[in-house]
């Protein structure tokens, strides 16, 4: 008999309507949504008075393993994800070794089912001398991988591509989609050297300007135009950046999709003064009028996906004057509750933190069977309480980077328990520790986000 688990009388955030009914899970898949009162279930969850989601899929996380693994790891960075109501995580190259070779991306994926307890993707990196493994990794198959990164412009670890012969190659001559870090480095590296020296924190925003995300996001979207390639900008920044991609929208251009982080809808220069190299990231934080935009951006549509790029430092390193102090913040378990408080405080709906969290990234990326609350896809859910207040506190964090800067906020609205293929991964504040994740799959026939987009936004035309 298959193990049946009856989610009753929830409020469920459904692609088109949130509607208070049950879910009924059979064997890691959603059988049924508003299932006969009398349906068979082995555990029935008493729902009444909660909120049941898609599970989050953050399509930007830095897990740190293998190489880094002081900061994080595959099962620290899971369970991190697994409390936080993230069932599903794409995860950076920028590990030692970087994931640039199909044995790394092979290793990568081996090493994840043996401790990852959410679902796991990684993208495969590029450098300047690895398009013939790109090719590769295109080819291979059973080794499944969203798409490419391309560092254009430096963070953590060095994996940077800034020459245009190395860009146009690999926009010409590899298939899966490209995703990029944008900026410019020879902007940071002029403003560094105008800027003299010992520079401060609050420099890290004057070195890492505006113009240096915008000249890179403007060429890594020229090349995807003129290569027909698609192209995900990630973490957003600036204003500027909206504007275009807006633009893009209105004239249909259906190409490029973009996300955004919390920390860049959060914090501003402003909170350099509170949190000194605690709010240090790549790209850098903007002004207050950027946030406000990122955010405006992301109510249009116009950018499609919050992610996190959740980038652990231990505390120490954070703590090394600027600018030894690396870039990077974590907030994989707290990107969910952070944004339940603000459909709290009404500045967006649950259906909105669906679409971008969890649809948005299934679509992007081609994500079999996750995304939504309907029968059929996998039981990726997040049961959440609206109600619950927290502080958050840096000695709560699963993460093994044990900070965050978000210690000290009081948030409404926290995640009560996640299920992962059917399997309950965080319960009662506790994580399951048993590796229990699944290997995403991308459709590469599905045709992309904009093919399968409601209203006027129309099919990619070759
Ligand atoms: O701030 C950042 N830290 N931005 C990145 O793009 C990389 C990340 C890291 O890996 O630390």
């Known amino acids: 008999m298959p193990h049946r688990t009856l989610i009753r009388d929830a409020s469920v955030v459904m692609p088109e309507e949130t509607a208070r009914t049950s879910v009924l899970i059979e064997d890691g898949t ?25 599970g989050v899929i953050d399509d930007q996380v830095h897990f740190r393993d293998p190489g880094l693994t002081h900061k994080e790891d595959l099962r ?19 590990t030692v070794p970087q994931t640039v070779t199909v044995r790394a991306l092979r290793e990568k994926l081996e090493r994840a089912a043996r401790r990852s307890v959410v679902n796991y993707g990684f993208y495969a990196g590029a450098t300047t001398g690895n398009l013939a493994e790109l090719r590769r990794i295109e080819r291979t198959r059973n080794l499944p991988t969203p798409g490419i990164k391309i560092f254009i412009g430096s963070s953590t670890g060095e994996m940077l591509v800034d ?40 420099d890290h925003s004057r070195i890492r300007d505006r113009w240096a995300a915008l000249t890179a996001t403007l060429r890594a979207i020229d090349l995807a135009d003129r290569h027909r390639h698609r192209f995900h900008l990630l973490h957003a ?22 996300e955004v982080c919390p920390h860049h809808l959060f914090f501003d220069t402003s909170d350099y003064d509170r949190l000194g190299s605690l709010a240090q990231m790549n790209p850098s934080l903007k002004e207050a009028g950027d946030r406000k935009a990122l955010w405006r ?20 390193e954070k703590r090394l004057p600027y600018p030894e102090s690396p870039s990077g913040v974590p907030a994989v378990e707290l990107v969910l509750p952070l944004m339940l408080n603000e459909a709290n405080r009404g500045r967006c709906t649950l259906e ?36 619950e207040e927290r502080v958050v506190r840096n000695e709560d964090q699963w993460s093994k980077c044990g900070w965050t800067p978000w210690h000290g906020t009081r948030l ?42 409601a209203g006027s936004i129309v099919p990619a035309s070759g």
């Open 163 to 202: 020459d245009q012969e190395s860009l146009e190659a690999i926009f010409a001559e590899t298939v899966l989609p490209i995703a990029a870090h944008c900026e410019d480095e020879t902007t940071v590296r002029a403003n560094r050297q105008r800027i003299g020296s010992p520079p401060t924190i609050r």
């Open 30 to 54: 959603i059988a049924d949504v508003d299932p006969p009162r009398h349906a068979r279930a082995d555990e029935i969850v008493d729902a009444a008075g909660l909120h049941l989601l898609p």
């Open 352 to 387: 909105d933190i669906a679409a971008w969290t969890s649809d948005g990234p299934a679509r992007v990326w081609d994500i079999v069977g996750k995304g939504r609350i309907e029968p059929g896809g996998d039981a990726d859910l997040v049961l959440v309480d609206m109600a």
């Open 76 to 94: 620290t960075g899971s369970m991190a994800c697994a409390a936080g109501g993230v069932t599903s995580f794409l995860e950076m190259p920028n």
């Open 412 to 453: 409404q609205g926290w995640p009560v328990r996640t299920w992962v293929g059917g399997r309950t991964v965080f319960a009662n504040g506790k994580v399951e520790m048993e590796p229990c994740g699944g290997r995403l799959e991308f459709d590469r026939e599905r045709g992309g986000y904009w093919a399968e987009s």
């Open 237 to 258: 920044s600036t204003a500027e950046e909206v504007a275009i991609l807006a633009c893009r929208l209105l004239e249909k251009r259906e190409l490029v999709t973009a």
């Open 297 to 316: 951006g992301l109510k249009a549509g116009a950018i499609q996906i919050l992610a996190t790029d959740h980038a652990p430092h231990t505390l120490e």
